[in-house]
């Protein structure tokens, strides 16, 4: 079972959907336990990242999420979900990510419109096993007014926006998406399929 | 390149698409989920369904349009139409709908798109604003263009954004129907007094329209019913021409399969 983390932030029903129409089972849990017996997991986030960062430590989500990490559990977090995987962001720079990847959250500068609303190309900068079905050029709907500065070298694809910026980040056993899969139609719906259908011992590489 | 985007508006009363003039002359056209299918099919960047349903019903229908077309369509839209409550406006999202526009509620109580804005994020805040030339600017006119408010359209516009609202949809109630291109002085303005994107609606009646709009405004958007329902114009064809004359659109995907 797909476990899609519910810390009360964010359109969920229609993660759960993108899902189903995929042909993957995909629930909500809105407590830590319910990961324990999750084969993947979905770190969903929309508005501001103070609010999210909260939300999610104040239910207990974040030693959950570190354990699923260590256990070798595919991980992806969408827009706020994905900023959430670096250390913090300059929206809230009291409330802490996870710390899964180095770096912080800016805002976006030098553009006329903030927040980007809209459909954008990505350019794939880097391979990931659940990015086979995204070409480079694809076009994914994001919806953010702050984008990640990864320290390392993790950017798997870019989107222009007043320059580049980060719009996929990932490694092992984890991805994060800074536009939304669900609401990215047909493009959308490939790679929460590649996500969805990731052996779970593969992608963690080192669980074995 | 962001894309312009496209999007068709659904008119809907009780759960079926209804064409017509907007209050008047209204015809049943079908359902609104496999209206909407067909736009996705034709490249539709986003839809915006208007509830215009008037009876006791209306919560529970719009709420259970927006799970429907939840269920099987994997773009952005919006739901509208006599939204009077952030509760209400709540249950609309819950259902999966990604954004809700205010318009006349918010008018009266402009603590309404703070409110929808702190529970949900300014990102399913959209601020609908029906906008009537008055002299040498626009005024803001209510329940369905009937009423004038005096309210100026580009001080209520940055007024609601400074309250929360994440998108602006900008409907000329002069050009509704009249098939003379969109108002883009009205656009141009408003597009330029705030840093939201803005979606202008009202008048396109060609490919041409979209054309002029992207090229002499700095609207985000374009918003039409009647040119994608009857008018001949497919969201497709539009495209072409919009990528024809240099404009970034989001191009035709690869099907799902």
Known sequence: MIAIVDYGVGNLASVRKAFAAVGARAELVDAPA??????????????????????????????????????????????????????GSEEDAGEPGLGFYRGSVTKLSGVPR??????????????????????????????HSYAAQP????????????GDRAA?????????????PEKSGANGLRLLRAFATADARVAAGRGR | ????????????????????????????????????????????????????TASAERRRTVVDLAARVADVLFIPFTV???????????EILRGGADKVAVNSAA???????????????????????????????????????????????????TDAVARGAGEVLLNSIDRDGTKLGFDLELTA??????TVPVIASGGAASAQDYVELFRRTHADAGLAASIFHYGGLSVGDLKDALTASGIAVRPPERAFA
């Open chain 2, 80 to 90: 509208g139409g006599g939204i009077s409550s952030a509760e209400l406006a709540g």
């Open chain 1, 34 to 87: 319910g990961l324990g017996d999750a084969t993947a997991v979905v770190l969903p986030g929309v508005g501001n990242f103070g609010h999210c960062s909260r939300e999610f430590h104040r239910r207990g989500f974040a030693p959950a999420l570190r354990e699923a990490r260590e256990r070798g559990v595919p991980i992806l977090g969408i827009c706020v979900g994905m900023q959430l995987l670096f250390d």
């Open chain 2, 107 to 157: 008018v009266r109580d402009p603590g309404l798109i703070s409110e929808i804005a702190r529970r949900h994020g300014s990102q399913a805040t959209v601020l609908s604003i029906d906008a009537k030339r008055e002299g040498d600017a626009w005024t803001v006119v209510v329940d369905g263009g009937r009423t004038p408010t005096g309210r100026d359209v580009v001080a209520w516009a």
């Open chain 2, 189 to 194: 303005a408003v597009a330029d007094a705030v």
């Open chain 1, 151 to 162: 320290v390392d070298d993790v950017v798997r694809g870019t989107v222009d926006y007043g």
């Open chain 2, 1 to 52: 390149m962001l894309a312009k985007r496209i999007i068709p508006c659904l008119d809907v009363r009780d759960g079926r698409v209804v064409k017509g003039t907007r209050f008047e002359d209204l015809r049943d056209a079908g359902d609104p989920v496999e209206l909407a299918t067909r736009y996705d099919r034709e490249g539709a960047d986003e839809l915006v369904f208007l509830d215009i």
């Open chain 1, 114 to 143: 903030v927040p980007q609303i809209g459909w954008n190309a990505v350019r794939r900068t880097g391979d990931h096993p659940w990015l086979r079905d995204v070409a480079d050029g694809d076009h994914f709907y994001f919806v």
């Open chain 1, 168 to 180: 996929i980040v990932g490694s092992d056993g984890l991805l994060g998406v800074q536009f939304h």
